[in-house]
Antibody, heavy 120, light 107 residues
Framework: QLQLQESGPGLVKPSETLSLTCTVS??????????WGWIRQSPGKGLEWIGCMYYSGSTYYNPSLQSRVTISLVTSKNQFSLKLSSVTAADTAVYYCARGSDWNSAFDSWGQGTLVTVSS | DIQMTQSPSSLSASVGDRVTITCRAS??????LSWYQQKPGKAPKLLIY???SLQSGVPSRFSGSGSGTDFILTISSLQPEDFATYYCQQSSSTVWTFGQGTKVEVK
């Protein structure tokens, strides 16, 4: 059974870079027909799609975050990562990693989420 | 970007009720529409993909319909474990977007 687990600092200072890792178990991150994404949820708010990286290497980002975000795969460790630069308090949120499939175009497996607070 | 608008934002219902939630896209998304259920403190769970296909393991009381710009999630007989927030999400373009959510509360 596929499992995803987010990890990274729970507190980041304003203007610094938020870095999170998603470790995948029970499946290979290099498998074709899958893509790997990040979604966040500010406290008490709805879901916001951050971006996805496809098995082909293509990446797609939310235009509102595109200038600050990078998603990459670390195939040797079966992990993928999120980097969000120049953070502000508005980036405080629970960050989820998830897997999507070509055949359903949806996120069918999710990590439990990790809260990242931006504060000095 | 394609905007997704859900209605209502919240609703009150009783166990056994039939519940419908609507999701409207700002432009045609064909059937690239998914529905998720989220309970407090938990990650979202995929219920429906491709507008009407039931994800494996999801009870058959959940169903989805629609195409183009208008979509509906139906819970045929609301169960106690169904009180949660529901989100639609489009994947028609390379920029995915979620609806703002519909909270289903106890009446």
């Amino acid at each position: 059974q596929l499992q995803l687990q987010e990890s990274g600092p729970g507190l980041v200072k304003p203007s610094e870079t938020l870095s999170l890792t998603c470790t995948v178990s029970g499946g290979s991150i290099s498998s074709s027909n899958y893509y790997w994404g990040w979604i966040r949820q500010s406290p008490g708010k709805g879901l916001e799609w951050i971006g996805c990286m496809y098995y082909s290497g293509s990446t797609y980002y939310n235009p509102s975050l595109q200038s600050r975000v990078t998603i990459s795969l670390v195939t040797s460790k079966n992990q993928f990562s999120l980097k969000l630069s120049s953070v502000t308090a508005a980036d405080t949120a629970v960050y989820y990693c998830a897997r999507g499939s070509d055949w359903n175009s949806a996120f069918d497996s999710w990590g439990q989420g990790t809260l990242v607070t931006v504060s000095s | 970007d394609i905007q997704m608008t859900q209605s209502p934002s919240s609703l009150s219902a009783s166990v056994g009720d039939r519940v419908t939630i609507t999701c409207r896209a700002s432009q045609s998304i064909r059937t690239f529409l998914s529905w998720y259920q989220q309970k407090p403190g938990k990650a979202p769970k995929l219920l429906i993909y491709a507008a009407s296909s039931l994800q494996s393991g999801v009870p058959s009381r959940f169903s989805g319909s629609g195409s183009g710009t208008d979509f509906i999630l139906t819970i045929s007989s609301l169960q106690p474990e169904d009180f949660a927030t529901y989100y639609c999400q489009q994947s028609s373009s390379t920029v995915w977007t979620f609806g703002q959510g519909t909270k289903v509360e106890v009446k």
